[in-house]
T-cell receptor, first 114, second 113 residues
Framework: AQSVTQLGSHVSVSEGALVLLRCNYSSSVPPYLFWYVQYPNQGLQLLLK??????LVKGINGFEAEFKKSETSFHLTKPSAHMSDAAEYFC????????????FGTGTKLQVIP | EAGVAQSPRYKIIEKRQSVAFWCNPISGHATLYWYQQILGQGPKLLIQFQNNGVVDDSQLPKDRFSAERLKGVDSTLKIQPAKLEDSAVYLC???????????FGPGTRLTVT
């Protein structure tokens, strides 16, 4: 069984401030972890993913996330928020190998204040 | 490469009517997914195909929802009859099956009145 918890359904940051979106996961097997972004009236787009290897993962648009097994966390960060970052962000987990089901969190809506 | 295509983008129907959604995945992607995304929630997997076989349909309300993927390419999702609680965005995604990354279409927003 696997699950994802995203802390905070809404997060507001000032333009230029640090973005921190929290994700904790539960998985009975070593996980693959993902962050997706969804802009209004669009589908989800992959920001970054962790499969194996380096625990600090860099993605598109300046985002990065760190896999911390001991904390079962995969928080998403960006040093400096842009107005264009305003969107909804989803953390997701799947098992490794084969065609594993992906479980999504409930999402965090990021607001960027000018 | 072309992305995942879905149609229609928007659909409004009355309860008890039927509706169908179409999805064309990225060429060569063996795995296709249908998700239901209710406003304010994350996507919920309805059905997962591997080529034209069903891998997981445990959360598909089979009394009213059906899906098929003929020839392992395009897929259709049907609802018959629709209920008010079916109002949601229906997302189609595909993947090559390695690394878990999924590619999503723009979705179909269904409103049941």
């Amino acid at each position: 069984a696997q699950s994802v918890t995203q802390l905070g359904s809404h997060v507001s940051v000032s333009e230029g401030a640090l973005v921190l979106l929290r994700c904790n996961y539960s998985s009975s097997v070593p996980p693959y972890l993902f962050w997706y972004v969804q802009y209004p009236n669009q589908g989800l787009q992959l920001l970054l993913k962790y499969t194996t290897g380096a625990t600090l993962v860099k993605g598109i648009n300046g985002f990065e996330a760190e896999f911390k097994k001991s904390e079962t966390s995969f928080h998403l960060t960006k040093p400096s928020a842009h107005m264009s970052d305003a969107a909804e962000y989803f953390c997701a987990v799947s098992g490794t190998g084969g065609y594993q089901k992906v479980t999504f969190g409930t999402g965090t809506k990021l607001q960027v204040i000018p | 490469e072309a992305g995942v295509a879905q149609s229609p983008r928007y659909k409004i129907i009355e309860k008890r009517q039927s509706v169908a959604f179409w999805c064309n995945p990225i060429s060569g992607h063996a795995t296709l997914y249908w998700y239901q995304q209710i406003l304010g929630q994350g996507p919920k997997l309805l059905i997962q195909f591997q080529n034209n076989g069903v891998v997981d349909d445990s959360q598909l309300p089979k009394d009213r929802f059906s899906a098929e993927r003929l020839k392992g390419v395009d897929s259709t999702l049907k609802i018959q009859p629709a209920k008010l609680e079916d109002s949601a965005v229906y997302l189609c995604a595909s993947s090559s099956g390695t690394g878990g990354e999924q590619y999503f279409g723009p979705g179909t927003r269904l409103t049941v009145t």
